[in-house]
């Protein structure tokens, strides 16, 4: 009887020595958590979550660095709940964060980064001082998206038009947001399918700095949108 405990206690020691070389620890699975600079920047391998990271309201500018082909990337507050996701199919993706508290409040939050290899991301938020005039030119291959500088606008309208290299099958979009509330402005259906070349006004409800994203379709060849006051 002796020797039978023996042995099992012995099976389960090289058990468990195998099964801890084989399950990586918990510090392993988080990203590198940077914010030198005021920039937060999470660099990681194949799927990871960051640290906890506190972020303030506004608007954010998040970009790819540095990775291969497919990569989401989701924001959850601490309970695990997605408040933010998107997905890059461009090596150089960049896209806007927006803290409005809709769903997406200021504090504490977590980035899990889902990509090939290793990669980089930074999150920069949008700096107002350094706002330009208008106009203001995006453009972009299909199925990517394109930021603008961050801009001053008046009360009023803004005048917006896309154009197309070809009719595309997909619809795109555009984003403008006030970049110290992160409020967006109303905006109905654009760049519709089929349709090569569009445009029409924005209403904007007060002076300030916004800045604006869009979003080439498939089958458009890319193209640029124009945004003037």
């Given at each position: ?12 020691a ?41 972020i ?5 500018i998040?970009?790819?660095v ?11 507050d ?75 606008a ?76």
């Amino acid at each position: 009887m002796k020797k039978i405990i023996w042995i099992a206690m012995a099976a389960c020691a090289v058990l468990t020595i195998v099964t801890a070389g084989y399950l990586p620890s918990a510090a392993a699975q988080k990203a590198a958590l940077s914010t030198a600079g005021g920039v937060i920047t999470l660099k990681g391998t194949e799927t990871q979550t960051s640290p906890t990271v506190n972020i303030s309201g506004g608007v954010y500018i998040v970009r790819r660095v540095a990775g291969e082909g497919f990569m989401s990337i989701t924001v959850k507050d601490l309970a695990d709940n997605i408040l933010h996701m998107t997905i890059l199919q461009n090596q150089a993706g960049t896209y806007l964060l927006i803290v409005d508290g809709n769903p997406l409040k200021p504090g504490d939050v977590l980035f899990e980064i889902m990509g090939l290899g290793a990669w980089t991301v930074t999150v920069t938020k949008v700096d107002g001082s350094a706002a330009v005039a208008l106009p203001q030119v995006l453009s972009g291959a299909e199925m990517t998206d394109a930021v603008s500088q961050p801009f001053k606008a008046a009360a009023g309208n803004l005048v917006m038009s896309y154009i197309y290299k070809n009719k595309p099958t997909g619809t795109g979009t555009l984003t403008i947001c006030d970049v110290v509330t992160g409020k967006t402005l109303p905006m109905r259906e654009m760049m519709y399918a089929g349709k090569i070349s569009g445009g029409w006004s924005v209403p904007v409800p007060a002076a300030g700095v916004y800045i604006a994203s869009a979003s080439f379709p498939l089958a458009s060849g890319g193209g640029e949108v124009k945004l003037s006051q």
